[in-house]
């Protein structure tokens, strides 16, 4: 338990709960909020205007009057500031510059570019896509407060540092570092499944939800863990490392650092493999071999290519399985390239869930797309940005 | 978030905060309370004149001066109060009677009755035993401030009812309200592993542990799972029901509330299961057929034996490493009555673990032993008589 000093504190905290209120549920009167909150009238009067002087809130005039004088109503102020998110995978390098809403104003997508004997390739990539999505936006420098990454590798968001993130060939890169001191901005970073699991957090479903898992199935398989509305880091910040869930007891890694058994299984790379002959057969002839075109056979009542699809969704199954019976969430909320493919795989995979399964969560797609990384970068340095603005008062 | 209303939430925080510093470094002055928890000196006096109202806390003389008048030094009262601690299991009815500190005044053992057509002789035994306990404890009624029951089966701590316990018979007990009837004293229940994973949280290893799974091997398997110190129970009270891991993807149950796929694999039946055929060999011929005799002939170096050991402590391995990939947790503590068998299978499953796991927590056996079930139902009576008591103030 952590002390709470003095009525500053208790301030502070009702000042994080009006703000949530009042971006949850504004335009919102001064009344409705006292009386949601069970904070007295004048407590909020007080902390309100603290939370006004961050200009994270706004009056927007007179709402309706239920006798008496109109109330003034109160609403978020989304243009505060703008922050910008960058989601770094090994493939595509895709910033966001947003609201402090999530609303994207403007976006840079580009291949990410081959980590090479020049060390820093990736770095200098990221710092000149921000300035080209700055530039192209419009947005006044002075009007940004911060950035946020998501790296696809083992990321300590307390230090800044990227220990390992074999896919864009970075090893204890300290990114946060670089970024703040490049661009003179707060700056933070997590991996790339724990900030698409912020953005679902945010501004996906999360915010019904106070438990969740977020699964993301693409060229690896990860999870972000969502207790108590927290993203939970783990000791080694390797918590949701589930492309290493064991599902078959005979399974042998040469080395534990190799492809998880899960991921072996059932990520991308798995199912090209196994529909690779599917798809060459001479009568499809497919090329390229995608995941998505082993996907739309399958639809089209491709026998081999059915086959193909309920393997891997019979593996994915018991991973859900597996986290629903470890954790008991609420919902399993599905993302990465793979999920993308559709109603098909998502059947197949709750199929099996109840099969193996007594504890069966909701299980759905993220409505947020391939979008949800970046979000989540953007979000971090939202969550961040607000507390500054609020702690500053 | 929940928003503070007034100076006496602040207040009730403090006291909570100085109580859980008296319990863990006690006996200590006013002067050391305030440096620790960085409160002023006035706040902590003042707060100090409710806690010690609550008797939960005493003065206990002077200690050493640091120059001037010597300061007085405050103990945690484990003696404030009593309550009565109930493990119910399949076979043994375990109680204890414990001070405030958990420290075991008198205990109880006895066999739990079958359930049988005349409903409630589970029940009735409980109530039996309790009063037995107090009884034999010569702790005055009075003085017993609670009552906490652990129970093998699905239950809602909340509601206070026990929904499915087959071990016992019990379907929709509501086991609080009978106890708390039948006594007059508050009664809180939670499943016996979680109430375990409590106990180890309190009185064992836990309290220097923020993120951890208890993971008890018995008849069954189950596990608690600690996130920030507090138990995770999940959407339906099912946070931790591994028994139903699946870590064999070509596990098919007829039905999904049939044991679990590693319970099935690696729980007491199926050690029995297959270590019958080596007890009974003629070159052994053991009789009766125990877990225990098992593992004392693969210490001894049998084959047939070992190989049984190491097939279990494979399965179980796997658990461990999936435990460990979805929540990183510092440590998987192993309790039940197959943990007890000791270093042989520790050794085994720490091998396997290492084997198929990039992510390591430390495992060892809980210190409590077969008490864990009985102290942490004692414990939950005990965090609540705590709370009331400085609500109360």
Same mark, same amino acid.
């Given at each position: ?76 102020? #989304? ?87 074999? #896919? ?112 060459? #057969? ?98 971090? #340095? ?12």
């Amino acid at each position: 338990m952590h002390p709470l000093k003095n009525t500053a504190a208790v301030r502070q905290h009702n000042m994080a709960t009006l703000l949530q209120l009042i971006e949850s549920r504004g335009p919102i009167s001064r009344a409705e909020l006292s009386r949601i909150s069970g904070l007295s009238q004048p407590t909020v009067s007080g902390a309100m205007e603290g939370i006004l002087k961050s200009r994270l809130v706004r009056a927007i005039g007179a709402g309706d009057s239920t006798g008496g004088r109109r109330p003034e109503l109160l609403a978020y102020n #989304a243009e505060a500031g703008f922050v910008v998110g960058v989601d770094l995978g090994g493939t595509n390098l895709k910033l966001g510059l947003t609201d402090l809403a999530g609303k994207i104003l403007h976006r840079v997508d580009e291949p990410t570019p081959r980590e090479n004997a020049a060390e820093g390739s990736v770095t200098r990539a990221i710092f000149a896509a921000v300035e080209r999505l700055v530039k192209e936006s419009g947005i006044m420098k002075k009007d940004i407060i911060g950035i946020g990454i998501g790296a696809p590798g083992v990321t300590d968001p307390d230090t800044g540092l990227v220990a390992l993130a074999p #896919a864009v060939g970075w090893n204890k890169t300290p990114v946060k570092r670089l970024l703040s001191e490049r661009f003179g901005l707060p700056c933070h970073v997590d991996n790339d499944v724990n900030a698409a699991a912020l953005a679902e957090m945010t501004f996906g479903s999360g915010p019904r939800l106070g438990n969740f898992v977020f699964l993301a199935i693409g060229t690896g398989i990860g999870a972000g863990v969502v207790i108590d509305g927290k993203l939970h880091r783990g000791r080694n910040h390797a918590a949701g490392e589930v492309g290493y869930l064991v599902i078959d007891h005979t399974w042998n890694p040469g080395s534990v650092t190799d492809f998880g058994c899960l991921e072996s299984m059932a990520a991308a790379p798995a199912i090209l493999r196994k529909g690779v002959s599917v798809l060459r #057969a001479p009568e499809h002839n497919t090329d390229p071999v995608t995941v998505e075109a082993v996907f739309d056979l399958a639809r089209r009542g491709d026998d081999a290519a059915v086959k193909v699809v309920e393997e891997v969704a019979g593996y994915l199954g018991i991973a859900l399985a597996n986290l629903a019976v470890v954790l008991d969430p609420e919902a399993i909320i599905l993302g990465g390239g793979v999920s993308q493919a559709g109603d098909l795989l998502v059947e197949l995979v709750k199929r099996k869930l109840k099969q193996v399964s007594p504890i069966v969560p909701q299980v759905y797609v993220s409505s947020l797309g391939a979008d949800a990384g970046m979000l989540g970068a953007a979000a971090l #340095a939202i969550d961040a940005a607000k507390e500054r603005l609020l702690n500053a008062i």
